[in-house]
Structures are given as C-alpha cells and as structure tokens.
C-alpha cells in the first residue's frame, strides 16, 4: 500500500479499522426498510413499506454546535453523537413526519478508530431512539482544517408523513392549551454563551461541583439532547395536534411562533413545569434577568404540543404512559409573541 497518503496526514488503515469498529452500531439501527448495509456508494430505502397513500418527504439537517468543544475537553464522545441525531429527528416530528434514516458526517483533524466509534455509537444510540435507520455516512480525516484532537459532526435525516396529515400549524386558534414535554437540561443550544460564562467569564474546571446539581458541571451540560419521536408520534395517532415546536437556539420567543397562524401568540404560565437547576446555574453565574434566559435556552422545555382544549387530559396521558414528564404550560391566545407570566 502507498505510504503517500500516510505522510500527508491521512491513515487509510484508521479509516478502515474505523469501519470495521463502527459496524456492530449500525447494524442495531435496522428498521423495515432499510435496504444493503454500510459500504455502498449510497444509502438504501424502500418506501414502499410505510404503506403510505401520498408520502411526503420531510428533511432536516443540523449539528451540534459549540457543545462539541465541552466533549472535547471532557474526553468524552460517547453522547454527543446522539445530539446530532436528536436535533434532526426532533425538527421533522415537529411536522408530524415519522422519521426513516439518518446520515452523518464526522471531520476529523486526526482518524482515532476508537474516537470514532463512540462518536457513531452515540448516533447508533439516538437512531435507535428514534426508530430511524443509520443508513450510511462519511468520516473524512483533514490534517490542515483540524487539530488532531479536534473534530465536527453534522446529521441529515429524512422522515415521511401522509400528506393529509402534515403539521402546519394552520388549525391552531385561541383557546388552544399549550403541552410542554421537558428537556434534559440545556440539549444543545446557547453554547457559545455557555462557554462564555462558564470558561472565560469564571474559569470553571468543569469537574466543578455545585449543590443544585447531582453530577459535575461538565457531565450536566453533556447530557445528550432528548429526542421526542416516539412519544409524539403515540400522541398523533390519537389526538388532533394543531402544531408542534421544538425548543432550540433562540428558546421560547423564537421557536414556539413557529408552529402558529400568523396573528396569535402564547400565553406561557410560569411556575407550571420544573425548570432544571442547571439553568439556574447559569443564570446566576450570567447575571442575565430571567426574560433573557427565555430567550436563549430551553428552560427545561424541549418541545411543545398545541391542542384543542379538549384533548388536554388524553394528551398529557398519552404522553406520561410513554415516560414522558409533561405539563400544560400556557394557551394560545390573540396577538403574536410569547408572554411570560
């Protein structure tokens, strides 16, 4: 073998072993489908399957931010992998659309076969979560855009949804309640402010221990973002849901009006679902005022279900048999924006 690559910076072996070791955590991403396995030049689905009338494809794609830089300094990947997923996945349910598969793409400054493995593995992870197929990728080893202990992870997921069924947003109306699904902490949104006030601002170790937090300050903020699909898709099977947001990078006041008719706005009672204290954490540490901690970060909410009043109790019902924690947080109401009281 030519030993030319080698000396640019680049190891075909590591990438082979990569591979080999990445395989097992496919391979339990299977669902029906899913058509060959990893090593084609393309990445199979038989739609055919979902039995679908007039299947519309739905596609997100996304990364994982600043957060990578934590689990860099952590040492610890075996997570954030599943955050790729879970901000793709998450963002498709949100227009009803059952998720089918999933691609990803890790750029590494130096190939670590054993790094790489609990990167896909996190992936395998939140692909099982989510009952979607790991149906290919791409690992590429770039010496002169990475350091070599540095790496990024992008997703792209693809999902389908009756076209009938479609969420939009469009049969939401005053009145409506407003079911919050919590979060497991800050998911992976606001970061780079988090870094700020935790490594430049007060120059935390991220071993750091406070009271209001049952593990370290680094292993809290790792914890992998929630991914929502099978709940959800439990809840539509039963109920009318007239729109659905998921809570991302810009909190309550940019993603809820998402899933709104123009012209109404939400209504947001606060003090009716549990906040984690890792939020507190921060905003002590920020000396931000609480409004502004609503417009960054989740607040404990990852997502949001909008429904008719009626459908409030069988809802929440649905969603606790499914292990969910969830609360009726606000309503829908006249005028747009997000209103906090």
């Known amino acids: 073998m030519s030993t030319e690559y080698e000396k640019a910076g680049v190891s075909l072996e590591a990438g082979y072993e990569s591979v080999r070791r990445i395989r097992k955590h496919i391979d339990k991403t299977r ?5 060959g396995g990893i090593g084609s030049f393309g990445g199979l689905f038989d739609l055919s399957v979902l039995n679908m009338k007039e299947p519309v494809l739905v ?11 934590l689990a860099m300094m952590m040492n610890k990947h075996d997570t954030i992998g599943q955050d790729a997923v879970a901000m793709c996945v998450n963002d498709i349910i949100a227009q009803g659309a059952q998720p089918l598969f999933f691609l990803d793409y890790i750029a590494v ?10 990167i896909v593995k996190g992936v395998a992870d939140g692909c ?3 009952n979607c197929a790991l149906v290919g990728g791409e690992t590429a080893e770039m010496p002169d855009m990475y350091g070599e202990e540095d790496y990024d992870i992008a997703g792209f997921a693809v999902g389908a ?3 009938s069924d479609i969420i939009t947003g469009e049969h939401t109306r005053p009145g409506d309640v407003v079911i ?3 979060s497991s902490g800050v998911h992976s949104n606001g970061f780079s402010l988090v870094r700020k006030i935790v490594l430049k601002d007060h120059q935390l170790d991220l071993n750091t221990k406070f009271d209001e937090l049952q593990d370290s300050l680094g292993n809290t903020l790792l914890t992998p973002t929630r991914i929502y699909v099978r ?5 539509l099977k039963q109920i009318h849901v007239h729109g659905i947001a998921h809570i991302t990078g810009g909190g309550f006041d940019e993603n809820m009006p998402r899933c709104l008719n123009a012209g109404l706005g939400i209504r947001i009672r606060q003090g009716s679902w549990t906040i984690p204290p890792v939020f507190d954490v921060l905003q002590r540490l920020s000396g931000m005022d609480r409004r502004q901690m609503f417009n960054v970060f989740n607040m404990g909410i990852g997502m949001i279900l909008v429904v008719d009043r009626a459908d409030e109790k069988q809802t929440l019902d649905v969603l606790r048999q499914q292990g969910e924690t969830a609360w009726t947080i606000g309503e829908v109401v006249e005028g747009e924006g997000i209103e906090l009281r």
């Open 180 to 182: 919050g699904l919590a």
């Open 128 to 130: 099982v979560l989510a």
């Open 231 to 235: 709940p959800v898709l439990e809840v």
């Open 31 to 35: 669902r029906p489908g899913m058509m």
């Open 161 to 163: 949804v009756e076209k």
């Open 59 to 69: 596609s997100g794609t996304d990364g994982v931010g600043t957060k990578l830089k």
């Open 109 to 118: 400054g130096k190939n670590s076969p054993e790094k790489i493995e609990q």
